[in-house]
């Protein structure tokens, strides 16, 4: 339709409302403002604000013969009006195009409701403009049902919009499904269950032009119709629960995969029992079976009604058809490892570990070794002992000790902060990180988000580890990653296999679709967002957010010269040693305070203490000396620094690798870029040095390597460091015991 036709049809649309208001109060009623405001009977006081829900919609399928027929289009659009209480209202039927005189133009107008359609009999095509006062959005669509059905058409064959008017916010449902002019999109539910409103929505995912193109025959009537359920073709389907957007069968394997997999990959041996808190939807389930390991999957959900809502209307969300024979059970929840159970998830757990899951009579067998939170998103929790338990530090508590040893607990966190428009109000998301951290391995919890369009966002997860291993095993390399895939998932479940026609509800087969070990090389990476988050609500004392911004010694070097204020000279420090040694020394003043290292960190290979752990191994069993001169080589040169479960470096280029230990203490004239403390937490006097900092697991290399002046360096002097730091959480490393036997050797 050309620019001028769409201006004649607002033209022709809005002098049918004036005029059927005239009709309905007169020309001096037209001027009394009273004569919008007067509600229906039960609408509420005029002194409301004014609301109501105002829906646009193009009507396919009409029938031709009532369109063309001025009478008869009044009378049916009239039968509506009166049948759902707008007795009082003023129809009236125009033709206003005198070159169309089939184009009739039929108007509503009442004191609490509006309404304009407009045919086209040669398309069987309606426009339609439908507004009710005082009323919600669903009143307005329940109107347009009746309005599609006198049209002797379907909702199913639509193209309709509803925009809420006259409310402060719109929820997702509207957002997402309202307001969006998709074709043939149906409520497939809609049901208030104990705790809260479900509904699912499908949506056409295919073009106006497909609706428009050959895929259409009249009828005897003339009528063009469709060959079958056009949404069925290429639909998707959404599930919103007190209307926020929870899944959608589009993206969902996003976040469920991301969800899932990088705790099922950590686990150090294979997760054998799991416990899911929440997942109604099956799809958390349904990726924790696809691990050979796993014997038992508990589900705590305590709305069932999502659980049977998705089972009927959503299949694919807990699709294990790939089990077994295909033909015994196809549903997830019917898979002979889940256990399903309808409570709410802090209940069952107080009741199951009698509020003290830490208790030293609690046997192994009760406990689990990987624990999935898809629960509420910590900064929209609603004021419930519930809600304020499900986040306590008691509850963490609970949680870790219901893991065993080598446990992982891994949360969804909801939306990720944006990086460029830090909100503050999202501080609780990091205090709940704060707080999980402490109940875990030091260091060892970890940040990742993926983007899920379905939420219009990045959203973030966190996973906490129990042990090293899994420290490490979730920061391993893309390979290895792969490699435990292929060994820990049940090979049937990556098959791919063709769906059959009765089978399309359910997908094709179990095969990942997002996660990988590229993937899990990008969750290693702690997003951005969250360090501004973090810095913005910190303390303004805080250390770690100082750091960061702080100048460095290299930051005017050269590639050339990269370290400008060191030098080599020969080692006197330990002349027992018969291999020659040199020492770093200063080539200037070194101001107290200043920052060494960034080159150290910059020219480092990187292994994970398991990866270190391998290579000695491998040099002893295979008695080769050039893997035996490597070990040596990284004893001598490398460190351990206890981020990430346990990392060792090793420069291929910085002089600052030749810093020598120093003997006395008061002599030490450097020190780490952080505070590497020998005991855990529990017994150093500031625990808080091993909870989550995501400045410190952004920057572990720099962290790491960097050094920093606690005293003065003269030109000429060495630099001297205590050894005792480069070493893992629980010293295996031995650097200590190495320093020690240099200090009490005799000097010659």
């Not at 509506?80 to 206003?96: I, K, Y």
């Not at 058409?153 to 449902?173: I, M, P, Q, Y």
């Not at 705590?300 to 015994?328: F, P, R």
């Amino acid at each position: 339709m050309g620019g001028f036709g769409r201006m004649q049809l607002v033209v022709t649309h809005m002098i049918a409302v004036i005029i059927g208001m005239c009709l309905q109060a007169g020309w001096g009623g037209l001027l009394n403002s009273s004569s919008f405001a007067t509600p229906r009977a039960g609408a509420g006081s005029t002194n409301a604000n004014p609301h109501g829900g105002l829906l646009g919609a193009d009507i396919y399928e009409c029938s031709p013969a009532l369109l063309q027929d001025a009478a008869a289009f009044h009378a049916a659009v009239q039968g509506v009006v009166v049948a759902e209480g707008f007795g009082s209202a003023s129809v009236a039927v125009l033709s206003p195009d005198p070159a169309n005189p089939l184009h009739h133009v039929v108007s509503v107008v009442g004191g609490d409701i509006h309404m304009v359609l407009r045919g086209f009999p040669e398309k069987a095509f309606a426009f339609a403009d439908i507004f009710l006062a005082d009323s919600d959005a669903d009143a307005s669509f329940a109107m347009f049902q009746k309005v599609t059905a006198a049209l002797k058409s379907t909702v199913e064959h639509t193209k309709w919009t509803l925009n809420a008017r006259g409310v402060d916010g719109e929820d997702d449902v509207a957002n997402m499904i309202y307001t969006k002019g998709h074709i043939d999109k149906q409520r497939l539910v809609s049901v208030q269950s104990d705790y809260q409103h479900i509904e699912i929505w499908q949506i056409n995912n295919d073009h106006e032009e497909v609706f428009h193109g050959n895929g259409k025959a009249n009828d005897a009537s003339g009528i063009p119709r469709y060959s079958s359920n056009f949404a069925e073709k290429d639909s998707s389907r959404i599930m919103f629960l007190d209307g926020v957007a929870q899944s959608g069968t589009d993206d969902e394997a996003l976040y469920h995969e991301s969800l899932v997999h990088p705790a099922m990959i950590a686990h150090p041996s294979g997760a054998k029992r799991v416990a899911i808190l929440g997942g109604g939807e099956g799809a958390t389930l349904r990726e924790a079976l696809k691990y050979k390991s796993v014997e038992e999957v508990v589900m705590i959900e305590l709305d069932i009604g999502v659980v049977n809502a998705c089972k009927d209307h959503m299949k694919q969300m807990a699709d294990c058809s790939w089990t077994g024979d295909g033909k015994s059970y196809k549903s997830c929840f019917d898979d002979p490892r889940t256990t399903l159970i309808p409570e709410d998830v802090v209940g069952w757990f107080d009741r199951t570990f009698s509020n003290n899951a830490c208790g030293a009579d609690v046997p192994d067998s009760a406990k689990f070794d990987v624990i999935i939170l898809d629960l509420l998103d910590p900064e929209f929790l609603p004021d419930t002992d519930f809600a304020r338990r499900l986040y306590s530090p008691e509850f963490a508590k609970e949680l870790s000790c219901a893991l065993r040893h080598d446990g992982v607990l891994v949360a969804q966190l909801g939306q990720s902060p944006l990086a460029s428009d830090v909100d503050v109000s999202l501080k609780g998301k990091i205090e709940v990180v704060e707080m999980f951290s402490q109940y875990f391995y030091p260091n060892g919890l970890f940040i990742y988000d993926t983007y899920v369009p379905t939420f219009h966002g990045d959203w973030s997860y966190s996973i906490a580890c129990k042990t090293w291993e899994c420290a490490n095993r979730f920061n391993d390399n893309g390979a290895a990653v792969d490699l435990r895939l292929r060994q820990r998932l049940i090979p049937q479940s990556q098959k791919q296999r063709p769906r059959a026609p009765e089978d399309a509800e359910w997908s094709a087969d179990g095969k990942l679709i997002y996660y990988d070990g590229s993937v899990q090389e990008s969750m290693q990476h702690t997003p951005k967002s969250w360090e501004n988050l973090y810095c913005a609500v910190a303390l303004p004392d805080d250390a770690s957010c100082a750091w960061r911004d702080s100048a460095h010694a290299e930051d005017n070097a050269t590639a050339e010269d990269p370290e400008p204020f060191l030098t080599l000279v020969d080692s006197a420090i330990d002349k027992n040693d018969p291999s020659p040694r040199q020492e770093a020394t200063a080539t200037r003043d070194i101001a107290e305070g200043e920052r060494l290292g960034m080159y150290d960190a910059a020219t480092n290979l990187i292994i994970s203490r398991e990866q270190y752990e391998r290579v000695k191994a491998f040099a002893k069993r295979t008695g080769s000396p050039e893997y035996a001169n490597l070990v040596e080589w990284l004893d001598r040169y490398g460190y351990g620094c206890p981020l990430a479960g346990g990392t060792f470096q090793v420069s291929f280029g910085s002089l600052i690798t030749f810093v020598n230990h120093g003997c006395d203490a008061d002599k030490l004239n450097i020190d780490g870029g952080m505070d590497r403390e020998d005991e855990p937490a529990d017994d150093d006097d500031d625990p808080s040095i091993w909870w989550w900092n995501p400045i410190q697991m952004r920057r572990r290399a720099e962290y790491c390597a960097e050094t920093h002046t606690i005293a003065a360096i003269q030109k000429g002097g060495g630099l001297l460091e205590d050894y005792a730091e480069f070493d893992f959480l629980d010293g295996s490393l031995k650097k200590k015991e190495l320093a020690e036997g240099w200090c009490k050797a005799p000097q010659v």
